[in-house]
């Protein structure tokens, strides 16, 4: 990657959160914080033209969220 970006979670915790891109395309992207307790690992993908789909996980566990257009 040529730039640099940060993914900022706020609200969960007193301080923000950050996690650094690791990984992206036009249909996904993915941002990790290895010193995180949970989740280390967030992605974001487009699964179709109606819904996308977001997956945290850690070393052990993974939760996936649909969001469906409607």
């Known amino acids: 990657m040529d ?4 993914f900022e979670v706020s609200g969960v915790n007193e301080a923000i959160t950050y996690f650094e891109m690791t990984n992206y395309t036009d249909q996904f992207f993915v941002v990790e914080n290895n010193e995180n ?3 280390k ?9 109606a819904s996308l789909v977001a997956i945290i996980s850690d070393n052990e ?6 969001f469906s257009k409607q």
């Open 61 to 66: 566990n993974e939760i996936e969220f649909i």
């Open 3 to 6: 730039e640099e970006w940060v």
């Open 37 to 39: 307790d949970f989740p």
């Open 41 to 49: 690992k967030i992605e974001y993908r487009l699964s179709d033209t």
